[in-house]
């Protein structure tokens, strides 16, 4: 989150080595649901974009319990 003159802008984006991926911003509280919602959509959007296969990348995060679900 980066907040700004009284706002606030949340986004989820994934980056490699090679390529920037697909960027969600985020509107509202980000939950377990929601977590795995943008995992679903744009995560995997951008694999499938690229054409990156499981072997070739690393899944972090910073164990939130949110992004544990």
């Known amino acids: 989150t980066k907040k700004f003159g009284g ?3 949340m986004v989820w ?7 920037v991926g697909w960027i969600c911003r985020i509107n509202g509280i980000m939950t377990g ?4 919602e943008i ?3 744009h ?5 499938n ?5 499981p ?6 995060q910073d164990n939130d319990t949110k992004h544990c679900s």
Do not use: N
Not at 33 to 36: A, E, F, H, Q
Not at 55 to 60: E, I, L, M, T
């Open 13 to 19: 984006a994934c980056v490699t080595g090679e390529v």
């Open 33 to 36: 649901p929601r977590y795995v």
């Open 43 to 47: 995560l995997c959007q951008t694999l």
């Open 39 to 41: 995992l679903d959509t």
């Open 7 to 9: 706002g606030s802008l």
């Open 55 to 60: 072997r070739h990348y690393f899944f972090q």
């Open 49 to 53: 974009d690229y054409r990156m296969k």
